[in-house]
């Protein structure tokens, strides 16, 4: 056996891991942020927010694992984040 390649073969499971854990929540978080953002009404809306948030954690970590390539999986979970926090601080900056 070669200790060496024992690293390699468990990083990308590390990586849907972290993508799954962080990557879901990350992507929730923003999807709240974004939330409370719409609506005046913002403890409702953060509510009803933190609600489907839970739901698209678990699809989040679920796509985590499908069968795509890392980068795909990061760019997937990414890029909505940072699309929704920056409509969440458009959003904001509108209503000042």
């Not at 073969?9 to 891991?17: F, G, H, N, V």
């Amino acid at each position: 056996m070669n200790d060496k390649k024992t690293p390699r073969r468990s990083a990308p499971y590390l990586q849907r891991l972290l993508g799954a854990s962080l990557g879901g929540y990350l992507l929730a978080s923003a999807w709240v942020v974004f939330c409370g953002a719409l609506s005046r009404h913002a403890a409702e809306s953060i509510l009803a927010g933190m609600q489907v948030g839970l739901v698209i954690h678990v699809a989040a970590a679920i796509w985590s694992f499908s069968p795509m390539p890392l980068a795909r999986m990061w760019l997937g979970l990414l890029v909505p984040a940072a699309l929704l926090l920056a409509a969440s601080g458009v959003l904001m900056h509108w209503r000042g």
